[in-house]
């Protein structure tokens, strides 16, 4: 019981450190330009030097939306590490991790919809690039939407031991 209760601490910290690169970092798209490389994040456009994201008015909502629910699954990832800590050391047998399971889907949640907006809104749309792809922070946020969900799942069964 001990080995999974590290195994799964460990994964948790491995998927808040995740959550931090993929939203802070700005290579959600990477495509190709006239004058090298374009990276595209959720604040940032970077060529040589980086600035603001142009962002047409009909986008500035989805974006805005995308940025929030990132945001909010970080700020959830780390209520959820810090209350499975607590709870471990202060509630007893079949009452534990709750409340750190449920924070933890509410998290996946959040991921989810955060990334299906930026995926069904901003995919392939670098200005001025050809050839744009998916970066590693979009593949880390899709990690973490996996990681989330077992980890909340495994919360929730861990209740009862």
């Not at 499975?84 to 050391?89: A, D, E, G, R, Y």
């Not at 989810?112 to 979009?138: E, K, M």
């Amino acid at each position: 019981m001990l080995v999974l209760l590290a195994g799964i601490f460990v994964v948790h910290i491995a998927t808040v450190i995740m959550l931090f690169v993929s939203t802070i970092a700005n290579v959600w798209m990477v495509g190709s330009s006239s004058v090298g490389t374009v990276s595209s994040g959720l604040w940032l456009l970077c060529n040589k030097t980086c600035e603001q994201l142009p962002v047409n008015s009909r986008d500035e909502a989805s974006l805005k939306t995308v940025q929030a629910f990132m945001i909010l699954s970080i700020i959830f990832s780390v209520i959820a590490l810090v209350m499975f800590i607590v709870q471990l050391f202060t509630l007893e047998k079949g009452k534990r991790f709750y409340m750190t399971g449920a924070i933890m889907l509410v998290c996946w949640m959040c991921i989810l919809i955060g990334v299906s907006i930026y995926t069904a809104r901003f995919t392939g749309r670098i200005p001025d690039s050809t050839n744009s792809h998916h970066g590693y922070c979009f593949i880390l946020a899709w990690i973490c939407f996996c990681f989330s969900f077992v980890i909340g799942i495994l919360y929730l069964v861990l209740r009862k031991k």
